[in-house]
């Protein structure tokens, strides 16, 4: 009875091991690209995507990594979606140390919005920080400018990428930038 059970217990897992499951689509992703742009292309290319399910080899990474060292005009494109928020020289640079970016600002310089969003937060609680303006952008992206004064926003409303949203003091104007609310490097985005 043991060698019957035990006989097709064996047949039954080795038939699992040389059965094939259905193929799926692999999607390869450049180290360049643009999250936002993902969904936007495999709508546009759905058939394509799984009609052509296609194996990842060594050869097929190391082609695509060669294409991605030379910057594309779409990618040099996709660099202008965000807008440096005040026109002065970077004092200090985004470090562990130092979560965001320190301006050389003078009293009064407009401060702009780095790309469209949604305030959602206006205050002062964090005294060292002065007048603190926070700003959700779409793909889990939010900005956070500090030291200001004169705001032409209230909490709630929608803005244009470019659009005045207040002016700086006379403190360094301090910005920061957030993705999934984790600390970036805005300089990789704002260049």
Known sequence: ??????????ILSLTGCYSQSPKQAVIVIEKSSHLENINHQRLNNKSTITHKSRRVTDSTVAKTSQKSRKPSAKSQKKSSNW???????????????????????HNGQEIRAIRDGKIIYIGDKMKSYGQMII???PLGFNSTYTQTQALRVNLGDQ????????????????FEMKKFNQAINPLKYLK
């Open 83 to 105: 807008h440096i928020p005040v026109n002065a020289k970077v004092s200090q640079t985004y470090s562990k140390k130092h979560s965001g970016l320190a301006f050389n600002t």
């Open 135 to 137: 700003m959700r952008h």
């Open 1 to 10: 009875m043991w060698v019957k059970f035990l006989s097709i217990t064996v």
């Open 159 to 174: 803005v244009k990428k470019g659009e005045v949203i207040a002016s700086t003091t006379s403190q360094p104007f301090y």
